[in-house]
């Protein structure tokens, strides 16, 4: 919808903005939260648009706090990024990630690892991805690591040097939440990024018949496409945003309708079961 300064609708939840002292007392507790064993992680399946199959798993990190219950990421993620826990956080996610993919899942299904922006700036981040796949035994063409925009507002040229060495590696890199932040175009050419992933808010602003977001789905998918990128549609929730997707043909599908994020063993049922479908 058009709205305030014209731009593309962004929703305020407050819930999910934690007060300053709520914040303090999270903080508090995230700095043992490793140590504590509180986080693990959840995964969630990207299918193929076409035959539906399962080609990759996003690990999502998940805080089972001893004092604050289950906190969502969307309130200790940034929390993690201001007090730079996200740090040693992301350390611990990469490395569980590439050592369940590895261990558990057919060699033909990815991994992709949200990397924060703070996370590139460290000076040893490929390295970091290194010992990850080292410690696994995952091969780098199985992992891909999903940034946003946030990491163009940084030093620009350690970022995108570590990215590049992790392209070198043979990992893939995916531009997160595309459109949601200050978008440039210009991004897209600063880095071989191998998919961009096409925020929920589109696919829903699709769904609901606006014209903008249609036009802007098919833009991305044309310039994707002429730019050897492929595409993932976000926070597809039901049969018909999945056939719109498919229709505007976008690469891949997340959402609730393929599968919410979920525990390991359960996402290793799936190849198991061999569909996703009959759960
Ligand atoms: P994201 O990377 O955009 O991840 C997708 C989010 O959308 C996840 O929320 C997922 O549960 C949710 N989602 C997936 N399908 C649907 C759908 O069909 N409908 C709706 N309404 N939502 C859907 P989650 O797990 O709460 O994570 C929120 C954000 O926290 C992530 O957004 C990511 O930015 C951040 N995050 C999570 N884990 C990590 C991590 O390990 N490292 C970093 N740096 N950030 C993380
Ligand atoms: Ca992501
Ligand atoms: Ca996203
Ligand atoms: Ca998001």
Redo the contacts with the bound molecule.
Sequence with gaps: AKDEGGGVHCEYEPSLHATAEEKRQLEFSLRTALENDEMMLHF?PVVDAKTEEVVSF????RWNSKVHGFV???KF?PIAEDTRL?VPI?TW?MNEACREAATNWPEHVKVNV???PEQLLEPDFAGTVVRALSHSGLSANRLEI?VTESIFMRDAGVVRKALEQCLALGCSVAL??FGTGYSSLGYLRKLEFTTIKVD?MFVQGAAQDSPESLAIIRAVVAMADSLGMTTTA????NQEEADLIRRLGCTKI????FGR?MPAADARKIFSRGALKSA
Excluded: K
């Excluded at 997340?254 to 309708?257: F, I, P, S, V």
């Design positions: 969630q996003e690990a999502l990190a969502s990421p969307a993620i996200i992301g996610v949200n990397v924060s999903e997160d939440d929920r976000e926070g597809v929730e997340q959402g609730y309708h994020p």
